[in-house]
């Protein structure tokens, strides 16, 4: 630890494993674990709550304008889970209704 200050930056010098596995709760292994970047996960969100496409055709657009393996998801559940997390707290803010006809009436009916 440094002392006197709060944080610091460590740069690692080495060379990165050849060989890397993935964590012990993956279904499928065999494949390399990347981080995906923020900004891909905030243009997921954007398209999700922007052109109200399924997931599939989320993935399918990004995966066809992306310029790079990095600038686009991981794979269809990625942009499953993101979507299922932008409606949740679409309708937790009331900015949207469910799929529930009972929902939608209430909601249209100010109740």
Known sequence: MVSGSEAYVGEYLGTFPEATVSHGN???GGTEYVCTHPDVQAKIKEQ?????????KIYTDMLS????????????????????AVMA???AD???VTNNLADTVCA???Q
């Open 48 to 56: 999700c709550k922007l052109t109200k496409h399924r997931p599939k």
């Open 65 to 84: 304008n992306a310029e790079d393996e990095r600038t686009c998801p991981r794979n269809v559940k990625q942009v499953q889970n993101i979507s299922a």
């Open 89 to 91: 707290e679409l309708i």
């Open 26 to 28: 993956c279904v499928f």
């Open 108 to 110: 249209s009916s100010g």
């Open 94 to 96: 009331n900015k949207t």
